[in-house]
């Protein structure tokens, strides 16, 4: 059985931070994300406090921001330098705003199976910034799952066994199928590469369970039945609702979640409605 134990820490002081579980998501409030990327952020406590939220919590949600997009991207930079999607869609405005968009006539919506943002780059974006404008009148929620819980909960036995392994991630059998239809201009690239199957996290030092059902083809060096039945257990194992929080989304909300100990999943159940946003997302480190 998996017990958790939060620590709450030292109180905020410049935003508020409501968990929507113990184990992951916390809902920020306020902050106003325009001002705070057009102020002098250096010495800003509350861009601290809003580091320290996503580390803790993995995941963390802002509603009723009102952002440009050079003020989205401003954001985006202040945690590091912007990732580019090798296949997705962007805004005119940037290759660095990814369009997250699905209507009536959409052949199929982004995220709809559980995964690590482009795990299949060599260096894995370490966050996403997902702005949503507009929201269907109900539906079209995103999960997002904890993947340093769905490590901690496996057996000694099998933290042994997965210890030193690693998995090939590639990008083609999604993006194909996805970004075909689109009518993106250059041609994309389907990049792959190989990760670790446990990570471990350059900031809280924490392991993290990674590998997903989105990216994830096989663990190198152990025969492939032997592979499929492992990835089979690991992927059902870190889908356990346990380790999960739901989000609930509200026009000009914004969720930014840490890639390198999440997966998330959207859910496409608003057709015929429209769902459309914008996701900055910034690059991240080989995961060793
Ligand atoms: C992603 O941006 O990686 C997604 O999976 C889409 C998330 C969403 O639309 O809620």
Redesign the pocket.
């Known amino acids: 059985r998996y017990r958790h134990t939060t620590d709450d820490g030292a109180p905020y002081e410049t935003i508020a931070v409501e968990k929507l579980t113990p184990i992951i998501g916390a809902e920020i409030s306020g902050v106003d994300l325009g001002a705070l990327v057009d102020g002098d952020t250096r010495s800003n406590r509350q861009m601290d406090e809003i580091h320290r939220a996503l580390a803790e919590n993995l995941v963390i949600f802002f509603r009723d921001q009102s952002i440009t997009p050079k003020q989205h991207l401003a954001f985006g930079r202040k945690f590091g330098e912007l990732h580019f999607h090798p296949a997705a869609p962007h805004e005119d405005e940037d290759p660095a705003l ?1 369009k ?1 968009y ?1 209507d009536k006539n959409s052949p199929r ?4 199976g559980w ?1 690590s ?1 482009v795990s299949c780059d060599l260096e894995p974006p370490m966050g ?1 910034i ?1 702005y ?1 404008k507009q929201c269907p009148p109900r539906g ?3 999960l997002f799952a904890n993947m340093y819980a769905a490590y901690e909960a496996l057996s000694d036995r099998m933290k042994a066994y997965l210890d030193g392994l690693t998995a090939l991630h590639d990008g083609e059998p999604i993006y194909r199928g996805l970004y075909a239809n689109y009518g993106v201009a250059d041609r994309p690239s389907y990049p792959n590469a190989e990760h670790p199957v446990v990570r471990t996290h350059p900031v809280t030092g924490k392991k993290a369970l990674y590998v997903n059902r989105g990216f994830t083809r096989h663990i190198n060096g152990i025969p492939r039945d032997e592979s499929d039945a492992m990835l089979a257990y690991l992927y059902q194992h870190a889908e356990n609702p346990l380790f999960q929080c739901r ?1 609930r ?1 509200t026009e000009n909300a914004i ?1 930014f979640w840490d890639n390198r100990c999440t997966q ?4 496409w159940d608003y057709w015929p409605h429209t ?1 459309s ?1 914008t ?1 900055v997302t910034v690059k991240g480190e080989r995961p060793v």
């Open positions: 990814m997250i699905a919506a982004n995220g709809e995964h943002d996403s997902l949503i079209g929620d995103t989000f989304w969720a998330h999943r959207a859910m769902r946003g996701r």
